[in-house]
């Protein structure tokens, strides 16, 4: 019915970047907010950034100034533009959104950062 697919996740150097993508498709009527979480090896999954239509973006601390998202309701599609990766970014991302007032995920893509 709803479908939330990530794709750009792959392994680079420390001080790299990546761009991580995700599309959303079928029974899409609206988008209220959007999102990326993450989670690494040992740790809970933990929420990186968001970008709701009706508020402010928010990022976690450790990714300011380094990670940007962006959203094309057009496309039904959000965007988290990494900089300046560090190893500590190494983890599963995963796609949030909420359609038609329900929760939905994408199934993670990893990223792994070498050093």
């Known amino acids: 019915q709803v479908q939330l697919v990530e794709s750009g996740g792959g392994l680079v150097q420390a001080g790299g970047s990546l761009r991580l993508s995700c599309a959303a498709s079928g029974s899409i009527f609206s988008i209220n907010a959007m999102g990326w979480y993450r989670q690494a090896p040992g740790k809970q999954r933990e929420l990186v950034a968001t970008?709701?239509?009706?508020?402010?973006?928010t990022y976690t601390d450790s990714v300011k100034g380094r990670f940007t998202i962006s959203r094309d309701n057009a496309k039904n599609t959000v965007h988290l533009q990494m900089n300046s990766l560090k190893a500590e970014d190494t983890a599963v991302y995963y796609c949030y959104a909420n359609i038609r007032s329900a929760p939905y995920w994408g199934q993670g893509t990893q990223v792994t950062v070498s050093s």
């Open positions: 970008i709701p239509s009706g508020g402010r973006i």
